[in-house]
């Protein structure tokens, strides 16, 4: 795609804004000069602005742009969909990334996009935490709540997410509200039934199967440590190095292949680790830029 063209797709992506023609131009000259450039430096890209204005009329646009300007992460968030050409239902993925810029905290929960197509998951809600650690759950439930008055439940096809979030509040959070989810890789101790409803640890139901071969344990009680647990679906299987891929979910699906469905449906959340991937390199590179 020609850059005139990019230009006018972005253009067009926004014109559902409700922002006036002026602003609309510059901000869609702005990303592609943006994208092109791989700085965030104005004077760079004023130099690399379409148009016919001089490079210094492009430079004081630039700064009356950026200085009062604010952008909704709904609004990025409908952006990145019309750009990336997604339908719903989607399939979503929370993780959390963080990385130090000198003594500074950089800690980042991240509601992405995975794309039906592309090996690479798209941001969509975004919290920066500022601390470091784990995020708590009102944190996760803002960020997903935010999505889910934007785009409503019903645009979900399933949420994943790593053991991080692998809890029972927040589970019951997503039951709650309502959302699907491939969640949860559940720790290896997390407390579940056997088939015969006697408590076992969910790395002791998985101990005795061959490396990479998934089980369907169908609905189990989870989390039945300190009370009566969940009824989720859970399936997983040994991996290389004595770990375990165990997942649990409330989507119910064909039960001769639920097993195996739901541990590749966990496994598309790979698009955002991509992701985070290419924010760490770009971070690394402006900092020895700078």
Same mark, same amino acid.
């Given at each position: 795609?020609?850059?005139?063209? $990019?230009?006018?797709?972005?253009?067009? !992506? #926004?014109? +559902?804004?409700?922002?006036?023609?002026?602003?609309? /131009?510059? %901000?869609? =000259?702005?990303?592609?000069?943006?994208?092109?450039?791989?700085?965030? $430096?104005?004077?760079?890209?004023?130099? !690399? #602005?379409? +148009?016919?204005?001089?490079?210094?009329?492009?430079? /004081?646009? %630039?700064? =009356?742009?950026?200085?009062?300007?604010?952008?909704?992460?709904?609004?990025?968030?409908?952006?990145?969909?019309?750009?990336?050409?997604?339908?719903?239902?989607?399939?979503?993925?929370?993780?959390?990334?963080?990385?130090?810029?000198?003594?500074?905290?950089?800690?980042?929960?991240?509601?992405?996009?995975?794309?039906?197509?592309?090996?690479?998951?798209?941001?969509?809600?975004?919290?920066?935490?500022?601390?470091?650690?784990?995020?708590?759950?009102?944190?996760?439930?803002?960020?997903?709540?935010?999505?889910?008055?934007?785009?409503?439940?019903?645009?979900?096809?399933?949420?994943?997410?790593?053991?991080?979030?692998?809890?029972?509040?927040?589970?019951?959070?997503?039951?709650?509200?309502?959302?699907?989810?491939?969640?949860?890789?559940?720790?290896?101790?997390?407390?579940?039934?056997?088939?015969?409803?006697?408590?076992?640890?969910?790395?002791?139901?998985?101990?005795?199967?061959?490396?990479?071969?998934?089980?369907?344990?169908?609905?189990?009680?989870?989390?039945?440590?300190?009370?009566?647990?969940?009824?989720?679906?859970?399936?997983?299987?040994?991996?290389?190095?004595?770990?375990?891929?165990?997942?649990?979910?409330?989507?119910?699906?064909?039960?001769?292949?639920?097993?195996?469905?739901?541990?590749?449906?966990?496994?598309?959340?790979?698009?955002?680790?991509?992701?985070?991937?290419?924010?760490?390199?770009?971070?690394?590179?402006?900092?020895?830029?700078?």
């Amino acid at each position: 795609m020609s850059t005139l063209h $990019c230009i006018e797709a972005i253009e067009a !992506a #926004l014109s +559902g804004t409700g922002w006036n023609k002026a602003r609309v /131009k510059l %901000l869609a =000259r702005f990303l592609v000069a943006l994208i092109g450039c791989r700085t965030v $430096c104005l004077a760079r890209l004023a130099n !690399a #602005l379409h +148009g016919e204005a001089k490079v210094e009329s492009h430079y /004081k646009r %630039l700064k =009356r742009f950026v200085r009062p300007f604010d952008l909704s992460q709904a609004v990025l968030a409908r952006l990145v969909l019309t750009l990336t050409q997604t339908a719903p239902p989607f399939v979503l993925a929370l993780d959390r990334t963080n990385w130090k810029l000198g003594k500074t905290e950089i800690n980042i929960l991240m509601l992405a996009l995975v794309h039906p197509k592309w090996p690479i998951a798209f941001p969509l809600f975004w919290s920066v935490l500022g601390k470091a650690g784990n995020s708590a759950l009102a944190e996760r439930a803002a960020l997903l709540q935010q999505f889910l008055v934007t785009f409503g439940k019903q645009s979900i096809d399933y949420l994943c997410a790593v053991r991080e979030f692998g809890g029972e509040a927040f589970a019951r959070w997503l039951l709650r509200e309502g959302v699907p989810f491939v969640l949860l890789r559940i720790r290896g101790n997390v407390t579940m039934t056997n088939a015969q409803g006697d408590k076992r640890t969910a790395r002791g139901l998985f101990w005795h199967g061959k490396v990479g071969e998934a089980r369907d344990l169908g609905q189990r009680r989870v989390f039945v440590g300190s009370g009566a647990g969940l009824w989720l679906h859970v399936a997983g299987m040994r991996v290389r190095g004595g770990d375990f891929a165990i997942v649990v979910s409330n989507i119910v699906s064909n039960r001769a292949v639920v097993g195996e469905d739901l541990l590749a449906r966990y496994g598309r959340r790979w698009g955002i680790e991509t992701l985070f991937g290419c924010l760490k390199r770009g971070a690394l590179t402006w900092r020895r830029r700078t």
